[in-house]
């Protein structure tokens, strides 16, 4: 009962913190300089159809009663039509979100394959040429501009070699899987797509690696600061003396008990992932929610930005409850307050 009554307080919780969200996001978007009646008539707009449009999308009316309409629409499921792609922003959302979930899944999945046993190495060889590489790759990653990092693999991966795709989800001569996540790889093997698979496997390389090496070099530095901490433990001492294996004492001991701040890191890059892949998205590419949102500031589509906004705030607040969960799952000595 305690753990089902913590979820239900947080997701209470969620509540003003969403609100908070639409006002802040709603009232920025709609003080930005420039008029949305003007960009979708273009530049041959006669002043009285861009009045006419602007009384049609209730632009007009006192930001609060924009403010009332939007909230009021949103409640019961409707976040608006795009004046960009003239769609609902809803069916845009669920369009162009699976490819940027998809891409953080596996950015993540590299960010655990590689960060964690990087950073238990460090721990376990400090101040030794194991210790003093991955520290150096942690830092370059961290240091390095996503943007600047995607070019340099396209040059080299792409242009130079040739032995990966520049970019897009999946090869122009291959289709896609039929439609049930929006997720190629997922769609892939729960259709038997092979060749589906294969190809969105090699075209998720460049742009997942370019947007777990941050990540990486985070989690890396994180695991190896809470491994030192945890491997100076008098139960690491004793556990060594009873004649425990390194991989065991490692693994099933000390890293169990330095996973807290390393799970804390790991919601917080994973949210930062999903709201943060614009650069990513551009320099490969890639149809996804960033540059669906790129998109609808340019043409200041402020359906689409609350949309967007309100989505990755949702997603952001989820993660975060997972990994409250996840404290209590590795340490059962807590309590749910």
């Not at 040429?129 to 943007?147: E, N």
């Not at 890293?255 to 807290?260: A, D, Y």
Request: aromatic letters at 10%.
């Amino acid at each position: 009962m305690g753990a089902i009554r913590f979820i239900v307080k947080r997701l209470i919780l969620m509540l003003p913190i969403l609100l908070g969200i639409t006002i802040l996001t709603f009232f920025i978007s709609n003080t930005i300089p420039g008029d949305p009646a003007r960009l979708i008539l273009g530049p041959k707009a006669t002043p009285e159809g861009i009045e006419r449009l602007r009384e049609e999308m209730g632009l007009n009316d006192p930001i609060y009663v924009q403010y009332g309409k939007y909230m009021y629409g949103l409640v019961q499921g409707d976040f608006g039509k795009s004046t960009y792609s003239q769609q609902a922003v809803s069916e845009d959302l669920k369009r162009y979100f699976p490819a940027t979930f998809e891409l953080t899944l596996f950015s993540m999945f590299l960010t655990v394959l590689i960060g964690i046993p990087f950073g238990i190495i460090s721990a376990n060889k400090k101040d030794k040429i194991p210790d003093q590489i991955t520290r150096f790759m942690a830092l370059t990653g961290v240091a390095m501009p996503a943007f600047w990092l995607g070019i340099i693999l396209l040059l080299f991966f792409y242009l130079k070699i040739g032995i990966l795709p520049g970019g897009g989800r999946i090869d122009s001569w291959v289709s896609p899987p039929e439609a049930i996540t929006g997720m190629y790889t997922i769609d892939s093997l729960l259709t038997g797509n092979w060749e589906a698979l294969k190809s969105s496997l090699i075209h998720l390389i460049l742009p997942g690696f370019t947007q777990a090496a941050v990540t990486i070099g985070m989690i890396t530095r994180m695991t190896r600061s809470s491994m030192l901490e945890v491997l100076r433990s008098d139960y690491i001492r004793t556990a060594y003396a009873k004649g425990g294996s390194e991989n065991r004492v490692l693994y099933g001991h000390a890293l169990q008990n330095g996973m807290m701040p390393i799970l804390t890191l790991m919601g917080m890059t994973f949210g930062h992932a999903l709201g943060g892949s614009v650069l990513v998205e551009s320099v490969f590419s890639w149809p996804g929610l960033g540059r669906y949102a790129v998109n609808a500031i340019n043409y200041l589509d402020f359906p689409a930005v609350m949309g967007v906004t309100i989505l990755i705030a949702v997603l952001f607040i989820t993660v975060n409850l997972i990994i409250d969960i996840l404290y209590h799952v590795i340490d059962p000595r807590l309590k749910y307050e």
